[in-house]
């Protein structure tokens, strides 16, 4: 399923405060905003220790516990 841009960042601001609150959302953004930060970097940095089948699994029990974002086959 494609989302655009505007509905991608709604979810994400909705994630953000639904799992941070109000003020925290507001400092990790002011956070990001001030800071260079590569997504990409982090994330390999963050997963280096996970083999292929660990991150398979780790996605698949994130999904099962955030079935409204997620469906699972």
């Known amino acids: 399923m494609y989302y655009n841009t505007a509905t991608i960042m709604n979810e994400a601001?909705?994630?953000l405060v639904e799992r941070l609150g109000i003020i925290e959302t507001e400092?990790?953004?002011s956070?990001?905003?001030?800071?260079?930060?590569?997504?990409?970097k982090w994330q390999q940095?963050?997963?280096?220790?996970?083999?292929v089948n660990e991150l398979n699994k780790k996605a698949?029990?994130?999904a099962?516990?955030?079935?409204?974002?997620?469906?699972?086959?």
């Open 45 to 51: 940095e963050h997963y280096a220790d996970l083999s």
């Open 27 to 29: 400092i990790f953004i």
């Open 60 to 62: 698949i029990e994130y």
């Open 13 to 15: 601001m909705n994630c």
């Open 31 to 40: 956070q990001i905003i001030r800071e260079p930060f590569d997504y990409t």
């Open 64 to 73: 099962k516990n955030n079935p409204v974002m997620y469906s699972i086959a």
